[in-house]
Nanobody
Framework: QVQLVESGGGLVQPGGSLRLSCSAS????????IGWFRQTPGKEREGVSC????????NYADSVTGRFTISRDNAKKTVYLQMNSLKPEDTAVYYC???????????????????????WGKGTPVTVSS
């Protein structure tokens, strides 16, 4: 059974940093692309970043490019999202997402789109406030 558990969220001041972790179990992480999405109340869930499973290529939303870095450690079955220079508008619940088949990887990783085949974690809240 695919399980994803996010951690590392919390309260941080503007300009600060956080590192989110997504721990995977029940499947072989090597074969899955992993994405990060975020959602605030009243808004749709949006794609933040993704790292694919074939060559480790990454993709970022324009709003976080240059500030966020996604990485994966397949041996530790963990994917990370390093978030620097945080802004109040980064406040959201952050979700980890996993997909396996080629079409879903294309949609989620290259389009940062939500597809039906995504396995979701339960999310970790991030609040950026002074």
């Amino acid at each position: 059974q695919v399980q994803l558990v996010e951690s590392g969220g919390g309260l941080v001041q503007p300009g600060g940093s956080l590192r989110l972790s997504c721990s995977a179990s029940g499947f072989t992480l090597d074969y899955y692309a992993i994405g990060w999405f975020r959602q605030t109340p009243g808004k749709e869930r949006e794609g933040v970043s993704c790292i694919n499973n074939n060559d480790g290529k990454t993709n970022y939303a324009d709003s976080v490019t240059g500030r966020f870095t996604i990485s994966r450690d397949n041996a530790k079955k963990t994917v990370y999202l390093q978030m620097n220079s945080l802004k109040p508008e980064d406040t959201a619940v952050y979700y980890c997402a996993a997909v396996h088949d080629a079409n879903s990887v294309q949609a989620m990783c290259y389009g940062l789109r939500i597809v039906e085949t995504i396995y979701w974690g339960k999310g970790t809240p991030v609040t950026v406030s002074s």
